[in-house]
């Protein structure tokens, strides 16, 4: 990592330099540190002009200083400003290109329901718990275990909904209660001889809390208790590595609720080269909003992010048995971003990897994108829901994601999922939009080189395709240097 600080000289790691030098001629830097205590608001608003990346993080700032740094994006660490190994803390904090990871608790099949429970417990796919209590005392739900490991994997043993070590955590509900009703978490840490180290009891009606993982805890359980008469439906509680006073996610972070009444996540970046907006599709999560790829800002553009956790991983950025509604809300988001950096669709950059391929794809063909970059490219939905190697390897996700897109599992609901790219190129003028695909020789996903080939390239002003070999989740890095590659070059012709 290459840092520069700016009016300091506190870091070792760090190169020094003035503000005033460094704005005479800026230099390259993963961080700038900046610290504000003899830095003058103009100045402030100079180097923010200056940087086109938002990798600035400071320290002291005034009311002012903080409000224009946190405009674009940029980071406040006074709280750990004086650590003496602050630079291997803003290592962790910006861990993974900003990646805020996490993952979901929720009782599942592995939890013991109470049977002495006044009332009924219904269960309602493999998360939610509806139930109607009909006692006034408190009386427990339900208990489990958030360390529990995936069976469904075997041999590769994937950890999920767990806390992965030690450190701090912010905690969401996904709760429905009546008023009449109370409901509390209590997280109980057990160290190695199974003694109690601290309990902590959460009300879901709190919007988010924040939880510590003792370094010496061993064990870790949750009971759910629930008080008063009435109905509920008990949720996942989401789980986020909580990075100092960043907060859960950085400033940008939006949910928003579509016409049809699903939810959407997206994280918006701020550019000041407003000619392009890049939008950005993650890949199937594990059910934890993540905004892959956040390095794109890097080329100043604003960049706009989506992160698919309906259902168990995503459904590929479509609505609920295809509702166009959800479609419609989404592309009000990007409208909306386009038309506050005086933009139009065909400024636009759309980027994709593995099930956000498939997104990168169908939008940028429906909105009549200028670029679409896609990797691992994914065009057969129909197949690739309905494959059972794949439905076990992840664990029934895409059985879930098959009801959640048709409200069935029928093989001859293939040809209308495998249809719909094939449909929107049809349907859309797409002589203006250049593609570029990264694709793997032996995909064992989707490798549907034909259709760009005999389809897209006589419709589309241009068309790129480098292929590699190996297998889906193979050649990251070659994949990352193909999305920077050819942004850059978006950029260089501009």
């Not at 690739?384 to 959640?404: N, V």
Request: proline fraction near 2%; glycine fraction near 6%.
């Amino acid at each position: 990592m290459n840092y520069i600080e700016l009016n300091t000289q506190q870091f070792e790691k760090a190169t020094h330099m003035t503000l005033t030098d460094f704005l005479a001629q800026p230099q390259g830097a993963d961080y700038l540190i900046l610290d504000c205590r003899t830095v003058t608001l103009a100045e402030v608003s100079n180097l923010v002009d200056a940087v086109r990346s938002r990798w600035i993080v400071y320290g002291y700032a005034t009311v002012e200083q903080t409000e224009l740094l946190q405009k674009w994006g940029h980071f406040d660490l006074t709280e750990i400003w004086e650590q003496a190994n602050f630079i291997e803390e803003l290592d962790w904090i910006f861990d993974e290109l900003l990646f805020t990871q996490g993952w979901n608790l929720a009782p599942d099949e592995a939890a013991i329901l109470s049977d002495e429970f006044t009332g009924v417990i219904e269960r309602h796919g493999r998360y939610e718990l509806f139930f109607e209590h009909q006692a006034d005392a408190k009386e427990l739900l339900t208990t489990f275990e958030p360390a529990i490991k995936n069976w469904m994997f075997k041999a590769l043993v994937r950890p999920y909904r767990r806390f992965d070590k030690a450190g701090k955590y912010w905690l969401e509900f996904d709760c429905e209660l009546d008023d009449s009703m109370t409901i509390t978490y209590v997280f109980t840490q057990y160290d190695k001889s199974e003694n109690i180290l601290r309990k902590e009891v959460f009300d879901v009606r709190e919007k988010s809390v924040l939880f510590e993982k003792l370094a010496e805890t061993a064990g870790l359980d949750v009971a759910i208790f629930v008080s008063g008469q009435g109905k509920a439906k008990i949720g996942k509680v989401w789980t986020y590595k909580y990075k100092y006073g960043l907060g859960r996610f950085f400033a940008g972070d939006e949910k928003w609720t579509a016409e049809n009444g699903e939810r959407i996540d997206s994280y918006y970046i701020p550019g000041k080269d407003q000619r392009k907006l890049i939008v950005g599709f993650s890949g199937a999560l594990n059910e934890v909003p993540q905004y892959e790829r956040m390095s794109m800002a890097k080329f100043g553009f604003p960049v706009l992010l989506f992160a698919d956790v309906r259902s168990r991983g995503g459904v590929f950025q479509l609505g609920r048995n295809l509702d166009e509604r959800y479609e419609k809300s989404l592309k009000a988001i990007i409208d909306e971003k386009l038309a506050e950096n005086g933009l139009s669709r065909n400024d636009l950059i759309f980027a994709g990897w593995s099930m956000g391929s498939f997104s990168a794809s169908y939008y940028g063909v429906t909105m009549e994108a200028g670029h679409v970059i896609s990797c691992k490219t994914l065009v057969n939905v129909g197949k690739i829901t309905s494959d059972t190697w794949l439905i076990y390897k992840m664990d029934g996700a895409m059985i879930d994601a098959r009801e959640y897109l048709l409200g069935r599992l029928d093989k001859a609901d293939d040809e209308k999922l495998d249809s719909l790219l094939p449909n929107a190129v049809r349907q859309h003028d797409i002589s203006k939009t250049n593609f570029y695909l990264f694709m793997m020789n032996d995909d064992e996903l989707d490798r549907n080189v034909a259709f760009y080939e005999q389809v897209v390239r006589p419709q589309a002003k241009s068309l790129i395709i480098d292929k590699y070999d190996g297998f889906h989740a193979g050649r990251v890095r070659e994949q990352n240097a193909f999305i920077m590659g050819h942004i850059q070059k978006i950029k260089d012709e501009l």
